[in-house]
Each structure stands twice: as structure tokens, then as C-alpha cells.
């Protein structure tokens, strides 16, 4: 299993072209699931578990993997499936994955294969199944539908993050000039958008929410073709970068690349930690890079850019 996530530069060359790569696995049916390689920091067979006393059953217990103790979690019944049985977990294995500065591993029954495909392939579920649900993308292969979990909804349900944002830095004087600015927030994971939202609204600050980045696209195109000045219209758009049918990459390389809105401040961010971001976030034009979630860091971004604006 330690050399199915080993060709890391071809991937990284990969970024920035609506591009990416799944780790395909399974739990307890046929059913495929897939996670960005990009969030996988290793996958192994699943060693000896320590038991912790726990309120959920999710957390089957922590592994100590390469001198660090983690948390393991049953993706199977985080899901609402039934739980691998204790006497079973050696045979299955462990991703180790990194969200929202969070290390972690999701015990799955099999490790497939590493699929590369194109964003754009990868297309939003249907809305007729609602929103009760921790699905956030699907994906036809080989005549099969695969799934895409919504871990960052499974891990807002386990670790819930407050979107209180802090008195001192939400001051009063900012709260009314932030009453007089829109920004646009981009995401697929509903949990993100509900995060962002109540967090910049709690501030003053309106808020156009889009799906995903080809949502975002067609949003801000239409303003522009009415003769809207978007860089002015919103005071910011801030965009996650994994997203169905179009990326924050694309989507920032696609504004910059218009006239009509080249200008619009806009800020990254996502779950993925690491340089790797800062780096491309230059490469494709954005103006920043945010590491989700923490209300405090985004509303110091949201107060550096109305204090920036105000100066001109």
C-alpha cells in the first residue's frame, strides 16, 4: 500500500489544470467511494488499536503511526452504515488524511486504485435527494457511479467548530463599514458554506453563496456582461479549491484572465494543508491563501480588505 501514493510530482502538475486524482476505496458493499489523494498523507494496513473512552462509537480509537498517535474514525458508520466489528479491524486498512489542520485516519474495508480525472467530470449530486446527506460530488466510472464523502460534514457533526467570531476583532466600527460590502464565498461542502455564512453575516456583511466554481463563473459573467463592475460589486470572493465541474484554481485563473473582472480580491482556501497551496495560489493569481476553519482567521482576512479598500 506504500507505493500507491507515490508519484507526488506528477500530480502537483496536475494542479491548476481542473485536474485531479481519486483514491477510490470501500466499506461494507460494492459501493465506490473516492478522496483527493492530495488529503491522503499514507494508506496502511490497520495496526493494533488503542481504545479511548468515548461518547461515539465513530472513534473506534487512536493507531500511533511514525512516532504520532492518531485518531481513527469508522467511515463505515460515521456514514450511518453498520460499524466493522472490533475482531475485523486488522484486515481492513487506514487512510491517513489531513483536513482543517487536523490529522487523522478513516478505517475503510478495501483500497482500490488511484483514478486521474478532470474536475469537470465530477459532477454536483442531484438536488432531488436533499441535503440530508453526506454526499458532495458523484462520478461515472466504468459504468458505476462513485461517491464522494463530505468528510467535512462528518467531522463538523464529530468535532463541532464555532462560527463565533471574536469581539476584538469584529469591533463595532468594523461591523458598520462591513454592512456596506457583499462577498462572494464558493463551495461545494454545504457545512463550509453554513460556517462562512454565519460567521460573515454575524459581522454585518452580505453574502452570494455559489455551489461550486463553474457556479461562481457563470454568476460573476452574468454581472459582467450587464455591465456590472464585480470588483467593486463584491468585496471579495473566497473559494474553496475542490469542486465539482470547475476548481478554485480554474476559477481564479478564468477571472484574472477576464478584463472585466481581473481585479476582484480573491482569497483561496481549503482543507489541504501545506506549502503546496501557498505556491500555487501565486502560480494561478489569487491574492491569498485560507486554511479552513477558524472564524477568527477569515474575518481578519474579511477586516484586512475592507481596511484596504477604505484607504484608497
Known amino acids: ?67 504520532e498517535t492518531i485518531p481513527v474514525l469508522d467511515l463505515s458508520e460515521a456514514i450511518g452504515r453498520p460499524p466493522i466489528p472490533e475482531s475485523e479491524e486488522r484486515t481492513c486498512f487506514l487512510i491517513v488524511a489531513e483536513y482543517n489542520k487536523r490529522t487523522l485516519a478513516f478505517l475503510v474495508r478495501r483500497v482500490d486504485r488511484i483514478l486521474n480525472t478532470n474536475w469537470d467530470q465530477i459532477m454536483a449530486p442531484p438536488a432531488e435527494i436533499g441535503s440530508d446527506n453526506y454526499l458532495t460530488a458523484v462520478f461515472e466510472y466504468e459504468g458505476k457511479l462513485i461517491e464522494i464523502i463530505d468528510v467535512e460534514q462528518i467531522l463538523a457533526d464529530i468535532y463541532p467548530a464555532s462560527t463565533i467570531v471574536s469581539d476584538d476583532i469584529a469591533t463595532k466600527e468594523v461591523r458598520t463599514q462591513a454592512e456596506q460590502h457583499r462577498v462572494l464565498i464558493c463551495d461545494d461542502s454545504q457545512v463550509a458554506r453554513t460556517q462562512m455564512i454565519r460567521s460573515l453575516e454575524s459581522m454585518g456583511l452580505k453574502v452570494t453563496v455559489a455551489n461550486n466554481g463553474r457556479e461562481a463563473w457563470n454568476l460573476l459573467k452574468d454581472l459582467a456582461e450587464r455591465d456590472v463592475d464585480v470588483a467593486t460589486h463584491f468585496l471579495m470572493l473566497i473559494s474553496d479549491l475542490e469542486m465539482p465541474e470547475m476548481d478554485g484554481y480554474t476559477l481564479t485563473s478564468m477571472i484574472r484572465s477576464d478584463t472585466r473582472m481581473d481585479k476582484m480580491h480573491v482569497i483561496l482556501h481549503s482543507s489541504l494543508s501545506g506549502g503546496f497551496n501557498v505556491s500555487m495560489v501565486k502560480k494561478v493569481g489569487a491574492d491569498g491563501f485560507l486554511a479552513k476553519f477558524n472564524p477568527d482567521d477569515l474575518a481578519k482576512v474579511v477586516v484586512k480588505r475592507i481596511n484596504a479598500v477604505n484607504q484608497r
Do not use: W
Open 1 to 67: 500500500m506504500s507505493g500507491i501514493l507515490d508519484s507526488v510530482n506528477l500530480r502537483t502538475q496536475m494542479v491548476g489544470q481542473n485536474r485531479l486524482e481519486l483514491l477510490l476505496f470501500g466499506l461494507e458493499t460494492d459501493q465506490r467511494y473516492g478522496i483527493n489523494v492530495f488529503k491522503v498523507r499514507e494508506v496502511l494496513q490497520c495496526p493494533s488499536l488503542t481504545e479511548v473512552p468515548r461518547k461515539t462509537t465513530v472513534i473506534k480509537g487512536m493507531a500511533h503511526i511514525r512516532g
